[in-house]
Nanobody, 125 residues
Framework: VQLVESGGGLVQAGGSLRLSCAAS????????MGWFRQTPGKDRLFVAS????????NYADSVKGRFTISRDNNKNMGFLQMNDLKPEDSAVYYC???????????????????WGQGTQVTVSS
């Protein structure tokens, strides 16, 4: 499986961006999907995840109420709608797929098997 993120860019604080994750292959619908973010010198941090059927989601406390994760299994696409962006949201954002072992999608990076190359999000104050 190959993943390609898009939709990043420069936005002012309070603005919105919608990230997309395009997956190759026909097995996308079998995996949980997650979004993580990373800043230079820091660990990759969990942002949001959604299970294979969109029946369960998880969010980091820092993005709850502002970000929404979704997916379209028919199009092999995942999304992260980011509203009310803050400068501390600036990071490289990665999408990832993980083989489902539970109903709830995982929040730890080691539970994901496939990763994209990332897309930069910069929020100016």
């Amino acid at each position: 499986v190959q993943l390609v993120e898009s939709g990043g860019g420069l936005v002012q604080a309070g603005g919105s961006l919608r990230l997309s994750c395009a997956a190759s292959g026909r097995t996308f619908s079998r995996y949980h999907m997650g979004w993580f973010r990373q800043t230079p010198g820091k660990d990759r941090l969990f942002v949001a995840s959604i299970n294979w059927s969109s029946g369960s989601t998880n969010y980091a406390d820092s993005v709850k109420g502002r970000f929404t994760i979704s997916r379209d299994n028919n199009k092999n696409m995942g999304f992260l709608q980011m509203n009310d962006l803050k400068p501390e949201d600036s990071a490289v954002y990665y999408c990832a797929l993980g083989w489902p072992t539970n109903w709830d999608p995982p929040t730890e990076s080691f539970e994901y098997n496939f990763w994209g190359q990332g897309t930069q999000v910069t929020v100016s104050s």
